[in-house]
């Protein structure tokens, strides 16, 4: 027994040293592109440090008057956000509860199709979506905001296996029938019973949402339409420094939102019984 | 009948913006500018520059699946020796979370900030003697393209095999080593064997994320278009020579096919998966 002891406290440390090597070698090799922004955008120009950059970045006058298609990028991509979560929950959630208590017949086809996406480019979506918003800009006119109908398509396989992880772990049929005998109807069912259940879920499914938006730029660009990217790809081309530190302050934005989004599913994992 | 109009919203929604879009490449790519049945659009693939950008894209995507495959394995499992829900493994799955995610155009100009002829990594080395500003191999697809798409490879291997390495237990390597089994020993009987069909897996989609990628590339390159996905870009922004209006739609088939094959690699895998590590 001893000598499985002395063995296993051997290889604790082996594997210490081994996890501390990988990580410092890996996170250099992370860390040096985001080093390498950090540093182009404090140059002064004749050398040394400034913070000139990320004043007038953090100053919505001067953006304002200066950039103007950084403002108009970034209220495309807020509004877009925002139209992109609703719709796919709007559209995504009822239908989800509805299969399992009715039609549990479609539920393969349902996810056969919210999977689909992850086969299918971006860039081969965008191929067979032109022709669609011409449709769209004829109806609804040339908005950037309608670039949502596409987001939700590129966002269903990630929210469809979030919100299909949360159903399955209440009873829906259960608690839809207790609801239903106590008099409620489909709405308040929707609203007051499964959406309160299961919003660990709705989170998760909504912060990769917004983290696949704001960093989307296939479909925006060919389309010539305004997002964030779009704006600061544009930007670049004019000045890099500003362009640079947009970049990365949106990649600290996301990187905010997926750390918060792994302590929220951190608290639905330790009230749920384990596997194996 | 009242249960399915339940559903009609969602069936509708995606008929439109996927199942049509789908279709439309589908059908397109055998149609010419006058919407008659035509194979042109398929043999125009063999232009010498198609072909090129299609084995640029093949090559790179292979060769970046590989090099994410093998450095994300290494570092799930070195993540995976941490203690469960500490800091390392919780800052570690986030921060690649928005790294595979974040690719595109951001990614495209750390890049330039670090290794192109501007940037300070180059500017370091050209202290030390050694002059990466005269050649553009940034913009190369063998080259910077390699390193940058390995730069997303990495951490979306770490999410995708994670889970995977977290399935070995303890007990399994207890119970070699209690028959003498040395570390070598057990990851050539145990541990391998259990983890090669995630691990080929997990490959074959960073195959797939690499072919797909658009952003990045189109960011970083603004002359020519060596890959794929670039060409078909070319296609919808400019203007396409007479007969051969759909290519791009041919061209887009081309990646579909491509992408169906491994796909379906990878659900065959994944079913042979789900046996040992039950997920």
Redesign the interface.
């Known amino acids: 027994m001893a000598g499985?002891v002395k063995?296993r406290a051997a290889?604790r440390r082996k594997?210490?040293i081994?996890?501390r090597?990988?990580?410092a070698l890996?996170g250099l090799?992370?860390a040096?592109?985001?080093?390498?922004?950090v540093?182009?955008t404090t140059r002064a120009p004749g050398g040394g440090r400034t913070l000139d950059t990320w004043a007038t970045l953090f100053d919505l006058g001067v953006i304002n008057a200066d950039y103007p298609e950084l403002k108009t990028g970034l209220q495309a991509s807020a509004g877009l956000v925002v139209l992109t979560v609703a719709i796919m929950l709007v559209?995504?959630v009822?239908?989800m509860t509805?299969?399992r208590l009715?039609?549990p017949g479609?539920r393969r086809l349902?996810e056969f199709?919210c999977i689909?996406?992850?086969?299918?480019?971006?860039?081969?979506?965008?191929?067979?979506?032109?022709?669609?918003y011409a449709w769209v800009a004829y109806f609804l006119g040339e908005s950037s905001l309608w670039l949502a109908?596409?987001y939700?398509?590129l966002v269903?396989p990630y929210a469809y296996r979030a919100l299909d992880a949360g159903l399955s772990a209440i009873d829906v049929k259960t608690l839809a029938e207790a609801a239903r005998s106590l008099g409620a109807g489909w709405p308040t069912v929707m609203w007051r019973i499964i959406l309160p259940n299961v919003r660990t879920a709705v989170l998760s499914a909504s912060f990769l949402s917004v983290?696949?938006v704001l960093?989307e730029?296939?479909i925006a660009?060919?389309f010539s339409r305004d997002n964030l990217?779009v704006a600061?790809?544009l930007l670049?081309k004019r000045d890099?420094s500003i362009?640079?530190a947009a970049?990365?302050a949106?990649?600290v934005l996301?990187?905010i939102v997926?750390?918060a989004?792994?302590f929220v599913g951190?608290a639905r994992g330790s009230h749920r019984p384990k596997?194996? | 009948m009242g249960?399915?109009l339940?559903?009609l919203?969602?069936?509708a929604?995606?008929a439109?913006?996927?199942?049509?879009?789908?279709?439309?490449?589908v059908v397109?790519a055998f149609l010419d500018g006058k919407n008659r049945p035509t194979l042109g659009n398929l043999s125009a693939l063999a232009q010498p520059q198609i072909v090129s950008a299609f084995v640029h894209s093949v090559v790179l995507s292979a060769v970046t699946a590989v090099l994410g495959a093998v450095?994300g394995a290494?570092?799930a499992?070195?993540?995976s020796?941490?203690s469960e829900?500490g800091l390392?493994r919780?800052?570690?799955?986030?921060?690649c979370?928005?790294?595979a995610?974040?690719?595109?155009?951001?990614?495209a100009?750390?890049?330039?900030?670090?290794?192109g002829s501007?940037?300070?990594?180059t500017l370091w080395l050209k202290n030390i003697g050694i002059d990466l500003a005269g050649s553009t191999w940034l913009y190369e697809p063998y080259k910077g393209l390699i390193l940058v798409y390995t730069?997303f490879q990495?951490?979306l291997m770490l999410i995708v095999f994670l889970p995977a390495v977290e399935?070995l237990?303890p007990q399994w390597r207890?119970a070699a080593?209690?028959l003498g089994a040395s570390?070598w020993h057990y990851w050539r009987h145990v541990g391998g064997p259990i983890l090669a069909p995630s691990f080929i897996g997990a490959m074959l989609l960073l195959f797939?994320n690499a072919?797909?990628a658009?952003?990045t590339a189109?960011?970083l390159i603004s002359q020519g278009s060596p890959i794929i996905?670039l060409q078909?870009?070319g296609t919808?922004?400019s203007e396409v020579i007479l007969g051969q209006e759909n290519i791009?739609?041919a061209m887009?088939l081309g990646?579909?096919a491509i992408?169906?094959v491994v796909?379906t690699l990878y659900v065959v895998l994944e079913r042979r998966t789900t046996r040992w590590l039950?997920r």
Not at chain 1, 32 to 37: A, K, N, S
Not at chain 1, 116 to 132: D, K
Not at chain 2, 118 to 121: A, C, D, H, I, S
Request: avoid cysteine; aromatic fraction near 14%; glycine fraction near 8%.
């Open positions: 499985t063995l290889r594997q210490t081994f996890r090597l990988v990580v890996v090799f992370f040096l592109p985001i080093v390498g922004m540093e182009f559209m995504l009822p239908t509805w299969v009715r039609l479609m349902v199709i689909l996406p992850l086969t299918i480019p971006a860039i081969v979506l965008v191929v067979g979506l032109a022709p669609v109908f596409a939700v398509v269903l983290a696949l960093g730029f296939t660009s060919l990217q600061i790809n670049g890099s362009a640079i970049a990365l949106a990649l996301a990187f997926l750390f989004m792994s951190a596997e194996n | 249960a399915l339940g559903v919203p969602f069936f929604y995606t439109i913006f996927l199942v049509i879009p789908t279709l439309i490449v397109g450095f290494l570092l499992y070195a993540v020796t941490a829900g390392l919780r800052m570690m799955t986030s921060l979370g928005v790294l995610q974040f690719g595109g155009v951001t990614l100009f750390a890049f330039v900030a670090t290794v501007e940037g300070f990594l730069y990495i951490p399935g237990r207890e080593e209690s570390t797939t072919f797909s658009y952003a189109a960011a996905p078909i870009g919808l922004s791009g739609k887009a990646m579909v992408v169906a796909m039950g």
